[in-house]
């Protein structure tokens, strides 16, 4: 693509600075051969006037007279009628320019020559510079090539980047902007699909999950009813309720892939993560932000706390709570992290001494494209199916003061790895 972009417009520069300089230097070189003819025109007029003036005195012709007229390496010709030809001035060279014959009194004629070298010459300077015109265009031309060419290359690379991340699933927003109307457009298209994409996804994995934990809890019913017909003193109806409670056992089995699928589609690189570790590094990158508004940061982490989390995921939706803490916000933000959470769970809590979310807003806060201070209303969207992405949950706590709450699960031997732990297959 930059090498198309530059390629285009050195094409453009070049065809335009010939498509102006080719006529521009044939009209200089006429120019100073026009002008020197003018010149030399103007001289022989002036020497025949002197001429015609002397002879109308009755003085004989003197060309001393008229020599400041002749240029330098021109020469005079007089012709008088019965005097015969009068000259001054160089030699004639082969390459001369003349002028017409001037009439003068008694049937004269004045003519002058002039060396053509030096207009040559300066015809020769005149082409020079023209031409390095054309060529110093051309060389700002492609400077400037180069620079537009990795002005838009940069962004269409970066756009062309984050759309195969959004297609690997990838749904993290991008704030980066480009200064460029339409490649800002698509920008905003791009955080808006992610956001789309990441509910829908998220969605669709709840729907399994929630569907194979329904199926599971009534094919338990069933087991315990087979089971117990396994005890009937009929020898064929127990036989017949031992195999229906083989099948069941084989399609618990199927449903207990399709719940790990299920988590494991979820929490795609979800790991355990020291979230006392993770949130100092990134309240230090945002500390400083803080700083310049005039604004504090606080950090109350308990050490040692471990979430089941992917790093990247949750970066980003505490950066986004962050931002709009920073942006919405007032007075100190405070980010906390403790144990104890519901349902064996850590609790990340982001908090600011701002007027707080109106009554009106906080039913909708996390919906895409609400928004009470004129922003896109993406952000909370994505950072609530970023945490559900991870099998967590984002809620907002208190309106007043505005308390966001990530609920996150703590870290189980059946986390690990490459670890297959045995499913109970029947009810005890």
Aim: proline share 5%; hydrophobic share 45%; net charge negative.
């Amino acid at each position: 693509m930059r090498r198309r972009i530059l390629l285009a417009i050195l094409l453009a520069v070049t065809v335009t600075a010939c498509a102006l300089g080719i006529p521009l230097g044939y009209t200089a070189l006429e120019v100073v051969e026009s002008l020197t003819k003018e010149d030399l025109q103007a001289r022989g007029q002036q020497i025949a006037y002197t001429l015609d003036d002397e002879i109308a005195h009755g003085n004989r012709i003197d060309l001393s007279k008229v020599e400041l007229a002749v240029p330098p390496g021109g020469r005079l010709i007089v012709t008088i009628p019965g005097d015969g030809e009068i000259s001054y001035g160089a030699e004639l060279v082969e390459d001369m320019l003349t002028t017409e014959d001037i009439p003068i009194v008694n049937q004269g004629k004045v003519r002058l020559l002039l060396d053509a070298g030096p207009m040559r010459t300066r015809q020769t300077q005149v082409a020079v510079l023209v031409s390095l015109v054309v060529v110093l265009t051309i060389a700002v031309g492609t400077v400037v090539a180069m620079v537009t060419a990795r002005r838009l290359a940069q962004p269409l690379r970066h756009v062309a980047e984050r759309a195969t991340r959004l297609g690997a699933g990838d749904f993290r927003l991008d704030r980066a902007r480009y200064d460029l109307h339409e490649l800002d457009m698509v920008a905003e298209a791009l955080d808006a699909s992610a956001t789309a994409l990441a509910q829908l996804v998220q969605r669709e994995r709840d729907l399994v999950g929630d569907v194979s934990h329904q199926l599971r809890s009534r094919l338990t019913a069933l087991q315990l009813r087979l089971e117990a017909l396994t005890t009937a003193t009929d020898a064929d109806t127990a036989q017949e309720a031992e195999e229906a409670l083989h099948q069941a056992e084989r399609l618990a089995d199927v449903l207990d892939e399709l719940l790990a699928a299920a988590r494991e589609a979820r929490a795609v690189g979800a790991e355990p993560v020291d979230l006392g570790q993770e949130l100092s590094g990134l309240g230090e990158e945002w500390r400083a932000l803080f700083r310049a508004e005039g604004r504090a940061l606080r950090l109350r982490l308990t050490p040692g706390l471990l979430a089941r989390v992917t790093p990247a995921r949750l970066r980003e939706a505490i950066g986004v709570l962050l931002d709009n803490a920073l942006r919405h916000g007032a007075g100190p933000v405070t980010l906390t992290a403790r144990g104890g959470g519901p349902a064996d769970s850590v609790v990340i809590e982001v908090s600011d001494a701002g007027s707080g979310v109106p009554d009106e807003l906080a039913p909708h806060i996390f919906d895409r494209g609400v928004s009470g201070a004129g922003s896109t209303g993406l952000g909370l969207a994505l950072a609530r199916a970023l945490v559900d992405s991870d099998g967590g949950r984002l809620e907002l706590s208190t309106a007043r003061p505005p308390t966001f709450s990530v609920f996150l699960p703590v870290p189980r031997a059946d986390n690990v790895r490459g670890v297959k732990w045995p499913a109970e297959r029947s009810p005890r």
